[in-house]
């Protein structure tokens, strides 16, 4: 979707953000959970001393229009993204505004998970299924089973228009034949609520606001570690699964540095960071956190990515019919 921004908006945002830019050497822009985007940098300041990160989060949309805003200031703050997908990353590709970087680490990464000019490589596999609460009558199994009268409005779920995620999620169910749009339809007409991102899907459900959600895996995983009534669940259909890419932006100014960020979360003790984190690491041969199934037991729905750039604007558009209000 086309974000069209002022130019004083763009001076204003590189204004607030100056002072920290100009005192780092190196400027992240990414949508991971602020805790685990703390600690990726943090990883990568210890295995780079000499290198000062500052980093900003926000969803993948906001920072898209928050980067869209800076570059038509002329000042673009962000030297390296880490956000929720690769259709975002391809259209920066497309419009020139990516650095091509051949990563020595992409040697232990299946070539499907990166691209082969070298304009983004994929970091983790983060999937959405369904999180429902141990106190519901129903225990779901199937995407089917949120249209079910058993689940009438008592569903939650992100919207496209907040989650990055959200947005690869419903495009790739709307490729299946069993699903479709008309799933998200009937969804709506079931009383579905989409609204916001991720955390508050969970919010809602933990709490048993809501019984069931769409959600990415690694969150109701994590607090059902820690005690909370979930249970997640991987849907017969398949699940869909963005892959957290990272690329530089062709305007950096630190590109030495931002080179060294990309082969770091690549790197063997990059990755292993995110397994601590509790994701599924991307690179091959890697274990799963605790809590996930065995790796060739998660089917994973195809995703054309060049299509779904393709159809972006008309598949929001879509799913705004069905959820207007919401």
Do not use: C
């Not at 600690?39 to 295995?47: E, K, L, R, S």
């Not at 906001?62 to 956000?83: S, T």
């Not at 570690?225 to 979930?230: H, I, S």
């Not at 729905?301 to 929001?316: G, I």
């Amino acid at each position: 979707m086309k974000t069209f921004v002022s130019a004083f908006a763009g001076l204003l945002a590189v204004a607030l953000f100056s002072g920290a830019a100009t005192a780092a050497d190196l400027v992240l822009y990414t949508s991971q959970p602020n805790a685990d985007a703390q600690a990726t940098v943090d990883g990568f300041m210890a295995a780079n001393p000499g290198i000062k990160v500052d980093w900003v989060r926000d969803g993948t949309p906001q920072i898209i229009a928050k980067l869209q805003a800076e570059m038509q200031a002329g000042a673009p703050a962000a030297d390296v993204l880490l956000i929720a997908d690769t259709v975002t990353l391809e259209r920066l590709k497309e419009a020139g505004k990516l650095l091509a970087y051949k990563s020595p680490e992409a040697a232990n990464y299946d070539a499907s998970l990166y691209d082969a000019d070298g304009y983004y490589y994929s970091t983790k596999l983060i999937t959405t299924g369904i999180v429902y609460n141990t106190a519901a009558s129903m225990k779901p199994a199937s995407w089917q089973d949120l249209v079910k009268p058993e689940a009438k409005g008592l569903v939650a779920m992100p919207s496209p228009l907040a989650s990055g995620a959200a947005l690869i999620h419903a495009q790739t169910l709307a490729g299946v034949g069993s699903l479709g749009w008309d799933y998200y339809k009937n969804l709506a007409d079931n009383g579905a609520i989409a609204s916001g991102g991720n955390g508050a899907v969970l919010k809602a459900v933990a709490s048993g606001e809501k019984a069931y959600g769409m959600i990415v895996d690694y969150m109701p995983i994590r607090e059902k570690a820690k005690g909370a009534p979930l249970e997640f669940v991987f849907p017969t259909e398949g699940v869909s699964a963005v892959t957290e890419p990272v690329g530089i932006l062709a305007s950096t100014q630190h590109a030495d540095a931002a080179k060294k960020f990309v082969d770091y979360v690549l790197s063997e003790k990059g990755q292993e960071g995110f397994l601590k984190l509790g994701y599924i690491p991307a690179r091959s041969g890697t274990p799963l956190p605790e809590g996930f199934p065995a790796r060739d037991s998660i089917k994973l729905l195809p995703l054309n990515a060049a299509a779904a750039l393709k159809n972006t604007d008309q598949d929001l558009k879509t799913f705004s019919t069905y959820f207007k209000s919401k």
